[in-house]
């Protein structure tokens, strides 16, 4: 009888330590998941504060602004249906791209861009662009260039495209979203990647790669891109 009593009492034992170590990483857990909502809410309404309050009718910055805004939307839609640690990391993610716009505007519109930014995961070893460049693709201009201008309006915060780096910066228009879409899109974004940002290429009907040069030499897993030097971008 004394042997049956003294299983049952390791059982309950047992028993006990299962449930108190499942409420200790539930509690865990909800604690992973408030503060991963926390820090997505912080940095959402700083991007709202920022989008209610600028306007400008300069065109780069207008069209960084209207870019940021829509990261706002973005990332509102993610923080309304997260459940757990990962999505509220997104709508983090989607937050801080806003405020990438919002420093790009406020640049564009001559006014102190505010302090850093933590980095984008998205757009981690896609460097930025440190000079400008043109290049010719199938008849058609393209620009790239550290600075927002009248012909480079567009900016971009980095981030990989179809498997390929694309640095931050401004261009003349937004190739990423061609390279996203389908078909002929993508083929006609690649192409002009490889003209903006590969040693190799250059010349796609008739142009060349204007401001040539050298490149800066980035290294992408310990080796160097396309057999040689980056022109302009800084990795």
Known sequence: MKGVLLILAIVAVIALVIAATQRGGQARQQTSLADARAEAQRWYERLGGQVMNLSSEEPAARQ?????????????????????????????????????????????????????LPPLSSAQGAGQITQAREVNVQGHSYRAAPQPGSDTPYYYPGGWVQGRPVPAGWYSTPVWKTA????????????????????????????????????????????????????????
């Open 64 to 116: 960084a602004l209207a870019d940021a805004s829509e990261r706002y939307n973005a990332a509102g839609g993610q923080m309304q249906t997260a459940d757990s640690v990962r999505q509220f990391e997104l709508a983090r993610e989607s937050a801080l791209e806003g405020l990438q716009y919002v420093r790009a505007a406020r640049l564009a519109m001559g006014l102190d861009p505010g302090p850093d």
């Open 180 to 235: 996203l879409g389908a078909g002929a899109g993508v083929l006609g974004g690649m192409l002009i990647f490889d003209a903006l940002f590969s040693p190799g290429f250059g010349d796609f009907g008739g142009g060349d790669l204007g401001g040539g040069g050298d490149f800066a030499g980035p290294d992408f897993g310990g080796g160097d891109v396309g057999g040689g030097d980056f022109g302009g971008f800084d990795f």
